[in-house]
């Protein structure tokens, strides 16, 4: 299988799927350009090999057809700036004009496709489309992981116009290899921390992950459909009364596959849902009406503490409090340290999902941790045990 590390760039045009959907405020400048950042060493090793960039990405939504704030015209320029060449705009994705201007590249320049999305068939995966596309390059490289689960015309469909030119980019490729660190063959113990609002939302993920690891810590919001699914009261904590017998299910699949499965026995509750609350810690199952649990309480953070911290791998989805209010931040944050300190005596840590990569950030962790994905959907497909199209078009599975 050719990799970017052993492909030959020279004289060739690189057509690199990259994920380049940033925010822009009101003025049209990037608010935040991690997602670009993440793609520079793929294009810049195609660069430094002697190859042409040619990029390409979806930016937005566009709804039918060119829309001028989807241009990827606001992005050249920061593009240009952070590579140090000038970076060409192609007038469109596809067509003939755009295929001469690709082929007319000269080695070290760069070329920038037109959003991806202005066509219908990018999202309709359509295979026209798809070969267009194809014919703007002589290899592709998928860098985009955070659209990897989706069997989009760049992302999947086009592989089969490069049988012997294609490849992951260094992105995805680390991302990838990260999760199989956790998903295929983990060292143990692996541990599984699960937080975040709602149970409904996880279930998929928390299935599948009882066949993998050895302990799970379900937290947050989640807490309280288990305490109720156990004739616990809840009081007024966010509880999904639609899934208890799912939760029933959840804990009696954990007993039959041997997971030690955590759920918190005290929480901080309050009685209201702010900073200026008043607050108690209560037994979880123990919460009267007015008050809400927030937070793990202090006996249940020593026991995810000790399990963490004993752990070879680590996975971490979710807060397992209203981290965003510093009274309730104390459960997510000593989690977060845990890990640290777990990964500092060798074991792999990875989070995932937008808000525990915002918790770790809060608390300065993101240096302890081995890995943090910022891929979202993906990650989570890949982690509920799904192919990703847009890997296995890579891998030609
Ligand atoms: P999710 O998007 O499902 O991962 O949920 C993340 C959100 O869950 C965060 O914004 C947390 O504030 C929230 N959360 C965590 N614990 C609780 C809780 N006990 N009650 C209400 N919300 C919570």
């Given at each position: 299988m050719q990799t970017i590390h052993n492909y030959d760039f020279s004289g060739k045009k690189a057509l690199i799927r990259v994920d380049f959907n940033v925010p822009l405020n009101e003025n049209f400048e990037i608010t935040d350009d991690t997602r670009i950042q993440a793609a520079l060493p793929t294009i810049k090793k195609v660069l430094e090999e002697g190859g042409s960039p040619v990029i390409m990405s979806h930016f937005g939504r566009p709804k039918s057809g060119p829309e001028d704030k989807f241009s990827m015209r606001h992005l050249v320029g920061h593009l240009s700036k952070l590579l140090g060449v000038e970076v060409k705009l192609a007038p469109d994705c596809v067509g003939e004009e755009v295929k001469k201007m690709a082929a007319a590249l000269k080695t070290g320049e760069v070329m920038m496709l037109e959003n991806l999305r202005f066509h219908k068939g990018e999202e309709k995966g359509d295979e026209e489309f798809a070969k267009q596309l194809a014919e703007n390059g002589d290899c592709w490289i998928n860098d985009a992981f955070g659209t990897a689960h989706r069997a989009h015309a760049s992302t999947a469909v086009i592989a089969k116009f490069f049988p012997n030119d294609k490849m992951f980019g260094y992105l995805i490729e680390s991302e990838v290899k990260s999760l199989d660190k956790v998903v295929k063959d983990p060292k143990r113990p692996l541990t599984a921390i699960m937080g975040g609002a709602k149970v409904s939302s996880k279930i998929t993920i928390i299935e599948n992950l009882l066949s993998s690891v050895d302990n799970l810590i379900l937290g947050g919001g989640m807490t309280y459909t288990f305490v109720k699914a156990n004739g616990g009261e809840v009081g007024n904590s966010i509880c999904e009364t639609d899934f208890l017998d799912t939760a029933r299910n959840i804990e009696k699949l954990a007993k039959e596959k041997g997971v030690n499965l955590i759920v918190a026995t005290d929480v901080l509750a309050a009685d209201d849902f702010s900073e200026n609350a008043n607050t108690k810690i209560l037994p979880a199952n123990e919460i009267p009406k007015g008050w809400q649990g927030l937070d793990a309480g202090p006996e249940s953070i020593a026991k995810f503490k000790e399990v963490i911290e004993n752990s070879a791998t680590i996975l971490w989805n979710g807060?397992?409090?209203?981290?965003?209010?510093d009274k309730f931040a104390e459960g997510s944050k000593a989690v977060g340290e845990a890990i640290v300190k777990a990964t500092e005596k060798g074991a792999f840590s990875l989070v995932g999902g937008g808000d525990s990569v915002a918790c770790v950030n809060k608390f300065g962790l993101?240096?302890?941790?081995?890995y943090i994905s910022t891929a979202g959907g993906a990650l989570l497909e890949y982690l509920e045990g799904r192919v990703l199209p847009g890997v296995a078009a890579v891998r030609g599975e």
């Open positions: 807060p397992v409090g209203v981290f965003e209010i993101a240096d302890g941790m081995s």
